[in-house]
Structures are given as structure tokens and as C-alpha cells.
């Protein structure tokens, strides 16, 4: 599964990578891109299976990526956790809105990146099979 | 019609302004009341721009003070700062995770040979035991690390407040320039063009002189 991890902080990038890696995913498989025009980008180039994105970035932000995605007819299928100190009900609605499918308040734990993770990929597969 | 009895003034009206009710000129009347008018808002600009002038001296001068206590002497020199704090925080941060990530695969690795001894059996059971320790050892050291790794998350958190400070300081420092430029222009001097892009100290110090506070 090809992971893109967009966040500002090379930190974050970086602790968002270590959590994916402990929870089975692929460490060579995981990219980073630290704003949403080079997230953006990146996902026209190569296939990817999933993005972790923040919200705060310069040049284009989270939520601007999430809309991006979704207006694009190649990438609008494509699943996006949002990882956020944003946790105004403005802004997790305008996510929703937005269409994200899954919002995590900093800090967080690997057990609630697991959760939301396997809640988005059961949706996906319960969508799959209906469809 | 007697100036000073006109109930819709009473007796505060100025004595200025009660002389001039009573000429006949109408132009006179107008221009004299233009003048008063203007006279006013002359004040008003003029304190405006003490008020500038005052606000941006404490400014420097409390720059000044904590200067020789090796702290910024300017609103540029503040924002710089905060910017060290934010690259040494995330290098703090990145040191942490280089640990983590050197470490995990070894402990990893402890787990694995640990598990291997005690799959394989055998009599002594000393060994047995140091190899129970260590494959707790190893596990107390994967959860510890990952720990580690999560309260990293600070940096980012805090970082970010960061970044809004500095922000927050370079709006009032350009609210402040902005307010001189201003009461400089209405109380009659040149607004320069670029006077919202002031951004050293200098510059202030030249754009402030320039209206005269």
C-alpha cells in the first residue's frame, strides 16, 4: 500500500512514518510532501492507496488538497485521513463537508491512527462489494 | 439672533465660534469655520502621531533594556529568535527519532533472538529465564520507544503556536508603522508609497522622522 504523508513539520512527517511503519505498513513505501501543491503533484505522477494529510501548511492547505483530490476525476476516489490540531466543529464539518474519511485531533496515539485506518479501509471494502 | 442665548448650543459654545455667528461675510463665515475645523483635526493628528511616536520609543527602549540581557533589540531580531527556537526545537525533535529508530530494530531483533532460545527448547534453565527477560525487555523497549516517538509531537504543536506569534508580531509591527504613516498623511506631511513595507528598524526610525514625530 503506497502511503503519501503530507504535513509541514518534517517532524510530524516523520512521527506520522515511524506509526505507520508500527502498525505493518511499508516504510518504502510511505512519501512525503510538506504542502498540499506538492502533495497535489505528487499523486498526478504516481498511483497512490492513501493520504495522511495536516491541515495548517502554506501555499495550499490541507482542507484546499482534500477539495483538490476530490474535483479531480483521477484522484477523487482516493482515501484521505486528515491529522489536525484543528479541532474547531467549523472546520471538522467543512472536512466532512469536503468529503474527508477520517479526522485525527493532535496529539494522538497509534492506536487511534489504527483505528480510523482500519475504519476507512472497511468502508472502502463495504463499498467495493456493493458496488 | 443673539449667539449666546441660542438654545441648540447653550453656553458651551466657544467664544470663536460665537463671534462668527454674528458676521454678516457668508465666505468668511465659512472659510473661518473651515479653519477651526481643521485646527481641530490638526490636534487630534498631532496627538495621534505623539501617541505613535511614544509607543514605538517604548518599544525600542524596552528593546534596548533587555538587549544587554541578550534578548532582540528589534521586532526583526524577535521574529529571527523565534525562528532559532523553531529550528532547534525540530532538530531536538529529529535527534529523538534518530534514537527511536535506531533502537527499534534492535530491539526488535532481541525479541526475535529471545523467542528463537526459548522455541528451541533445552535444559538450562537459566538461560530460559534470561531469555523470558530479555524478550520482556525487548517489549517494554518497542512500547517506550514508541512513546517516544508520539511525544515528539510537541514540536509540531508547539511549533505551530510559534509561527503564529510571530506572525501576530508582524501585524502589530506594521499596524503600528501603518498608524504613523497615517497620522503623518492627515496631519499634512507625504504618505511614501511604500511605507506598509517598512521592515528595519532603520526605516521606521527614517519614516517617522519624516512626519515630524
Known amino acids: ?131 | 439672533m443673539n449667539a449666546v442665548t441660542n438654545p441648540l448650543f447653550g453656553e458651551t459654545l466657544p467664544h470663536e465660534l460665537q463671534q462668527l455667528l454674528s458676521t454678516p461675510d457668508g465666505p468668511a463665515f465659512e472659510q473661518a469655520l473651515d479653519g477651526l475645523v481643521r485646527e481641530r483635526e490638526q490636534h487630534l493628528f498631532r496627538a495621534l502621531g505623539v501617541l505613535a511616536r511614544d509607543l514605538h520609543d517604548a518599544v525600542r527602549r524596552l528593546g534596548n533594556d533587555l538587549a544587554q540581557e541578550g534578548v532582540p533589540d528589534s521586532v526583526a531580531d524577535a521574529r529571527q529568535h523565534l525562528h532559532d527556537v523553531l529550528d532547534m526545537s525540530a532538530k531536538a525533535a529529529h535527534r529523538s527519532l534518530d534514537f527511536a529508530e535506531r533502537m527499534r530494530p534492535r530491539a526488535e531483533a532481541l525479541q526475535a533472538d529471545a523467542d528463537q532460545v526459548l522455541a528451541n527448547g533445552g535444559d538450562d534453565e537459566a538461560a530460559a529465564t534470561l531469555a523470558r527477560q530479555a524478550r520482556d525487555f525487548a517489549g517494554h523497549c518497542r512500547d517506550g520507544l514508541s512513546d517516544m516517538v508520539l511525544a515528539q509531537s510537541w514540536q509540531d504543536l508547539s511549533g505551530q503556536r510559534i509561527k503564529k506569534v510571530s506572525s501576530f508580531i508582524g501585524s502589530v509591527e506594521s499596524s503600528l508603522l501603518e498608524l504613523v504613516r497615517l497620522t503623518g498623511a492627515l496631519a499634512g506631511g507625504e504618505a511614501p508609497v511604500a511605507a506598509a513595507k517598512v521592515s528595519s528598524q532603520d526605516e521606521a526610525d527614517r519614516l517617522l522622522s519624516e512626519f515630524g514625530f
Do not use: C, H
Not at chain 1, 499523486?43 to 476530490?70: E, K, Q, S
Open chain 1, 1 to 131: 500500500m503506497k502511503i503519501l504523508v503530507v504535513d509541514d513539520f518534517s517532524t510530524m512527517r516523520r512521527i506520522v512514518r515511524n506509526l505507520l511503519v508500527e502498525l505493518g505498513f511499508s516504510n518504502t513505501l510511505i512519501q512525503e510532501a510538506d504542502d498540499g501543491n506538492n502533495a497535489i503533484t505528487m499523486l498526478r505522477n504516481a498511483p497512490f492507496d492513501l493520504v495522511v494529510t495536516d491541515w495548517n501548511m502554506p501555499n495550499m492547505t490541507g482542507i484546499d488538497l482534500l477539495r483538490a483530490i476530490r474535483a479531480e476525476p483521477s484522484l477523487k476516489a482516493l482515501p484521505v485521513l486528515m491529522v489536525t490540531a484543528e479541532n474547531n466543529r467549523d472546520q471538522i464539518i467543512a472536512a466532512a463537508q469536503a468529503g474527508v474519511n477520517g479526522y485525527i485531533v493532535k496529539p494522538f496515539t497509534a492506536v487511534t491512527l489504527k483505528e480510523k485506518l482500519d475504519k476507512i479501509f472497511e468502508r472502502l471494502a463495504a463499498q467495493g462489494a456493493t458496488a
